[in-house]
């Protein structure tokens, strides 16, 4: 069966999103329909933070990143994500105690399996980390 897609895009790096090879494999049609009004008016209806500059391509890449998680990686960064939200003072979240409470969901069964999600977590920047003495 043959699959047909319409979509819409409204980026000047849309071209990007994918490689050389995918665009080629999806065989996208381009149609330019430009409206002429102004981005303003086009983003109206659109959440600022999707449509603020600069941080659209990290909302989508944080998206695209959390969706291809396994679902322990993905129970891993929720349980950080709500820890840094009900501690919105805190400067984050000692390692042994983020260990301890991921072991006692099941989440994570050695610091290696959860070292290496928070080394993805940081590398697709969702977090950052530092060291303290």
Request: hydrophobic residues 40%; aromatic residues 12%.
């Amino acid at each position: 069966p043959r699959v047909h897609i319409i979509a819409s895009v409204d980026h000047v790096n849309a071209p990007l999103l994918w490689s050389k090879r995918e665009a080629a494999r999806f065989n996208w049609v381009w149609q330019r329909a430009t409206t002429f009004a102004p981005y303003h008016l086009e983003t109206a209806n659109v959440p600022q933070l999707l449509a603020s500059k600069g941080e659209e391509r990290h909302v989508r890449g944080a998206s695209n990143v959390l969706r291809s998680l396994t679902s322990n990686a993905r129970d891993i960064f929720r349980l950080l994500a709500e820890h840094q939200l009900q501690h919105p003072d805190e400067q984050g979240w000692k390692f042994h105690a983020f260990y301890t409470a991921c072991r006692e969901q099941f989440f994570a069964t050695s610091e290696v399996t959860l070292r290496s999600h928070l080394t993805e977590f940081t590398d697709h920047e969702l977090t950052r980390y530092k060291r303290s003495n």
